[in-house]
């Protein structure tokens, strides 16, 4: 009996799997690092103080500890290729969908014997694109009535104050 012939189909497995912890930037209330935190944190920091420099805190959400796999078969032990990154991603104006991310992506680990280099850049660049669809479940899984919300009081704050809001809205 084949698969597709049972009454229960069968569960597949993911193809991918993304997981990433997420900064909105515009909760950022202070941008130097606490005075005891380690190197690896005063480091990470410096590059959220650099995103907010370049990118601002609308609409912009830092993603770290982060990675995403991919499974070319259905055997986790022969055809899998992860990858970690970090970076900043941008929503549209109602922060209700991901617009694009800027992320910086290493290869992390791989079982696949007959993978080659121009296989792991396209990968790679693959990253960027389940990402931005991975965000927009986690922004579905949110409230999105709520962000309707505070993007309204946003706008009205905006007309209130002549279009100065300040930094970290």
């Given amino acids: ?45 410096e590059r959220i103080k650099k995103t907010i420099s370049e990118h601002g805190t609308h609409n912009t ?9 991919f499974f070319v ?8 290729i992860a990858f970690k990154f970090e970076g900043v991603l941008f929503t549209d104006e109602n922060d209700l ?4 991310c800027l992320l910086q992506i290493t290869l992390d680990q791989e079982n696949v014997p007959w993978l080659e280099q121009h296989v792991v850049r396209w990968f790679s660049e693959t990253v960027n694109h389940a990402v931005c669809s991975e965000f927009d479940k986690y922004i579905g899984a949110g ?14 704050m905006i007309e209130q104050s002549g279009g100065f809001v300040g930094m970290h809205l």
Avoid at 73 to 80: H, I, R, S, V
Avoid at 97 to 100: D, V, Y
Avoid at 143 to 156: A, G, H
């Fill in 1 to 45: 009996m084949d698969a597709s012939s049972q009454q229960h189909p069968i569960e597949l497995p993911r193809h991918v799997d993304i997981a990433f912890d997420c900064l909105p930037l515009r909760s950022v209330t202070r941008l130097d690092p606490p005075l005891d935190a380690s190197p690896g944190l005063t480091a990470k920091w």
């Fill in 61 to 69: 959400y830092y993603l770290h500890n982060a990675h995403c796999r």
């Fill in 73 to 80: 078969t259905n055997d986790p032990n022969c055809g899998m």
């Fill in 97 to 100: 969908s991901a617009r694009k």
């Fill in 143 to 156: 409230n999105p009535d709520l962000t309707r919300k505070r993007m309204e009081q946003l706008q009205q």
